[in-house]
């Protein structure tokens, strides 16, 4: 019985890693058909792909528009209930 035990606890052992592997697959798969499909737009556009393009492009924005505007702020009042 023991032995019949140790068997079905290894055979489900080996398709839950099958599993896992299975799907760390498809989100490599998914995540690199995502960075091409990036790539090609990025291409099409005319624009360069990858970090330090990203960066740069984010750093103009941030100087271009201010993050904090006075019609932004809000006076409240808080008031505890007994």
Known sequence: MNTLSQ???????????FFGMAMA???MVSTAIAVGVLYVVAKIKGRPFG????????????????????????????????
């Open 51 to 82: 970090v330090r393009a990203y960066w740069d492009q984010r750093r103009q924005n941030a100087r271009s528009e201010p993050t904090f505007r006075k019609k932004d702020v809000v006076d409240v009042e808080m008031r505890e209930i007994p």
């Open 25 to 27: 697959f498809i989100f």
């Open 7 to 17: 068997i079905l606890r290894a055979a489900l052992f080996v398709v839950l890693a």
